[in-house]
DNA sequence: CGCTCAATCTGAACAGTGTTAAGATTGGTA
DNA sequence: TACCAATCTTAACACTGTTCAGATTGAGCG
């Protein structure tokens, strides 16, 4: 079959901002995960395709399994970047403030933030089968965004570690609990701004419940 | 195009224990349906298939639109059935106890038991995109199970009745959450009744942390 | 500089999916 | 009994993920 050239279907400008080799693409798997995580930004964790992602990098179908074998192995890569910019967003969360459960409280705010700003990829980071749910990087970054919830509840409670892993349960339980039932829209509408602002007072008035300010006691 | 007598694909006993006859089926969404929760109480939500349901029911792949129009209609009735069983066993789990603490304990077991049990049921239930989100039918069961949430909350709270919202939905969150991140395999294996029972323990440890006896604070 | 070779990517195919349209079959009812 | 609306099938379409043989290429080595 012929050649075409330099450009082709590789010409959107949404795959490289380099010149633009013809065969090779040289950044074939930055494009396929920046691709993916497009789709699931657009279009929701339901939305992605392998193929689709593909096309956006102006590869075929094929490419994407010389680089992550799979959808499952690309989706991985996706969902290990997504543990990592949650772990860094709850870390910034806590470090603005000061007091254990000060930390809690905005970390607890972060996590369902996070969860409402990406939703498509929150979902796939939780999707179990879809990806290598036995990958060591992505237990890794899983373990690595509860450990920001650890340390701090740690703090809070100060009492035995079994005691802290309880605790830090709790915390993660409810604020997950939290975010996927709010994106599955028990909480109102999420699509617009105002709902999601809504759903985070709601998340607030949650959070003082079950944390109560020392000296409010229930 | 030849008929096949009365028998043929539809002949395994799996769909029909009465007589069995031939074009008509005579009770399809019913097997449709049955066909459906097999196949997610095997393999799982994304093991569904709507062939695979027609299959199993002994019927083509085009039969289920006459009653379900698509894949969504299908599903969306067994999330409303499983959106009965649910309320079923939240509200047996607190007809068994008294005291309002007690029974929100034992609907926060009974709800992670429900997941536990039946993940793929469960994990549709929630699965809005797969779902006709706003249908009449499934909205009304999914808010009666909730509502057997709240008349135990506004027992237990007894305060205003944004207060018993706030605390229904701080209750609701924290079980759905432990419940969804257990199926994720956060908790350790979920596969085998010992891990089972090893997770219904730490959630036992978890609302005792956030709703403690009372005399007992932190 | 020229060659080779391993890495990269394509093309084509396969089995499977949900959905639709047109036609066959049938049970109830007029 | 004859019809008709409900029910189901067949066939097709546009997708999907994955595989495999082969085309293309850049990088390193002689």
Redesign the pocket.
């Given at each position: 079959?012929k050649?075409q050239g330099s450009s082709g279907k590789r010409s959107a400008g949404l795959t490289r901002s380099k010149p633009e080799?013809?065969?090779?693409?040289?950044e074939?798997q930055e494009a396929l995960i920046a691709a993916s995580e497009a789709i699931l930004a657009e279009q929701g964790a339901e939305g992605?395709?392998?193929?689709?992602a593909a096309r956006r990098a102006?590869?075929?179908?094929?490419?994407p399994?010389?680089?992550f074998g799979?959808?499952?192995g690309l989706l991985t890569e996706v969902a290990i970047r997504g543990y990592d910019a949650l772990a860094e967003a709850l870390r910034a969360a806590a470090s603005g403030k000061q007091g254990a459960r000060e930390k809690l409280r905005a970390q607890g705010l972060a996590y369902v933030d996070f969860a409402l700003r990406h939703p498509g990829r929150f979902q796939m980071m939780f999707a179990n089968k879809r990806l290598v749910a036995d990958d060591a990087r992505l237990k890794q970054a899983s373990r690595a965004a509860g450990h920001a919830f650890e340390t701090v509840v740690a703090e809070l409670v100060g009492g035995t570690a079994k005691e802290a892993k309880t605790a830090a349960a709790a915390a993660w339980s409810t604020v997950h609990g939290f975010a996927k039932l709010a994106l599955e829209e028990k909480f109102g509408s999420v699509r617009n701004e105002g709902g999601r602002r809504e759903i985070m007072m709601t998340l607030d008035q949650v959070l003082n419940y079950l944390w109560p300010a020392s000296g409010a006691r229930r």
């Open positions: 079959m050649k080799p013809g065969y090779h693409h040289g074939l992605f395709t392998l193929r689709e102006g590869v075929s179908p094929a490419a399994s010389h680089h799979n959808a499952q």
